[in-house]
Structures are given as C-alpha cells and as structure tokens.
C-alpha cells in the first residue's frame, strides 16, 4: 500500500487575490485544485508487461496529490469485474475496441472511459524471426509446422483478451489440429527464451508494447481477418461510474496521464528483464523526468 499526503498553495499577490465584492483569497482558493474526496483508493491490474509499469506510475503519481492507493494484482475477470462493482475504483488497462471487447460488453454500463492513454498498441501470434511463417493462415492444415510445435499455439493466462483473441482466430482460420495451452506471461515468455537459445519453433500470442521485442529477433503473423484488431488496440484508463464525483483530484489526474512507446521501452526491462522493483524505476523516472510530471500533474496540489 502506498501512503500519500497533499498541500496546496496560494497566490502572494494580495491585490490580485481580492475579488470585486473585497472578499480576499478567491485566487488562492482557485489555485487549490480539484478536491481531493474520497482518500484511499483500489487499483487492480494484471502483471503484465505494460500494465505492471502504467500501475506503478499511475498509483505513484496519486501519492504526489494526497492519496492513498491499494495495489491488487489480480486475473483479468477479476481486474474488471471489481471496478464494475464498485469493491475497486480504476484500472489502467483497457484495450479496446478488440481484445477486451467481452469485458467492456459486460460491464460498460457501470464503467467509464477516462482517457486513452496509448494508440496503435498490436497484438498478434508471434514466431521467432527464424521460422519460415508470416501469416496465421500458414498455420492451416501445416503438417511440418505443426508436427514441430506440437501443435501447440504457448499462451499467457485464460482470462487475457489476447487469449480470447487467439480462439475465435484458430476457429476463424480452421485450425482444428491447434491447441492453445495457458498458463502465464511470465511461464509463456520463459518457454519463448529457451525455444529462441535453441532456434527451436514456438507460437505464442504477443503484444505491443512489450520489453521482449527488445532482446530478440520476432515476427507477428498477419492477421488477414483483424481478429487481433487489425493496426492495434487503443489502450484506456478506465474507472468506476461515479468516480470522479468521489475523487475529483484523482480524476484530473488521470485525465491528464498518459504514456508512449519511449516511456514504457525504458522501463519495462528494467522491470522484466532485470527484476528491478517496479516502484522503484517508476519513482527514477518521475526523477528525471519533472516537466512530464508537470504536465500529468498540472492544477492539481503536489506536496
């Protein structure tokens, strides 16, 4: 849990702060910002690649206004099912229109789209570079391919979009012989190093952004039916109706974050493939980066 306090400030201009009816500190007031309400606040999210970073991040800027924010790593159902509800308040990984499109179905009526803080975000089946398939549809009835995989599509964990995603394509593109395993990110991507050490075969479903294309050599298959969403995903904070009555200083803030590609290569290995604490290389980057932080953080009080 993270504890966080906030102050705020005031104009010294005393001929400035006095309004037309000789009332004093109209100017100060306006300078405070949105209130703060509702204090401590829930935020589950998934450890996946992005997403362990943008939680950090999110939930450590909140602490620069006065919150107090409770981190739950939870599944995916889970992670949406709880803002809907109301038992959290925001999450910060909602890709829409195409991976999570039978989450946002389910619970868009009790769920707002705060801002989209990531365009163009792609996700596909991916091969190592080596292997001599571009297209999904390579897959169909490839007795060669198959026989060396298994055939065996390595997934990430059952409640992902992306796995959603992978179902409906190997029915849309008869791949009847296919079987896609779960299990998680972090066992997938452990599978995907060691098949790459060897120049072994693997499919796997993947994503941008993510730190793994960093450290190797991968393709994403074509997708000729944009069953993954064609160009990409947008990728939105999303937090429960009546939120920003309740938080209206956490809402500004999460207003006004938001995030690129450069960011997020920065950090995401620093996080995945050095095993660095996440709270700790957000907190580095806030750092070195304070006119960013300026502009997430702009008319709300800081300590």
Known sequence: MLILAAC???????EESTDSSGEEGSEESNSEGPEIGQEELTQPYVAWARE????HMLAALLEKVGYTVDLKQVEAGAMWSSVADGSA????SAWLPATHAPYWEQYSED??????????APLALAVPSYMDVTS??????NEE??????????????????????EEAMEEYGLENWELTSSSEAAMLTELQAAVENEEPIIVPLWKPHWIFGTMELTMLEDPEEIYGGEGDQIFTVARDGLEEDAPRAYKVMEQYNEDYDMLNEMMPKVHAEDQDPAEVVQEFIDNNPDLVDEWLEGVPTE
Do not use: C, R
């Open 8 to 14: 705020g400030g005031g104009d010294s201009n005393e």
């Open 52 to 55: 362990t970073i943008s939680t």
């Open 89 to 92: 308040d925001f999450h910060t």
């Open 111 to 120: 769920i707002v789209k705060v801002k989209q803080v990531l365009d163009s």
């Open 136 to 141: 999904v549809e390579d897959l169909k009835g």
């Open 145 to 166: 391919l198959g026989e060396s995989v298994n055939w065996t599509i390595t997934g990430i964990d059952p409640g992902a979009g992306i796995m959603q995603n992978t």
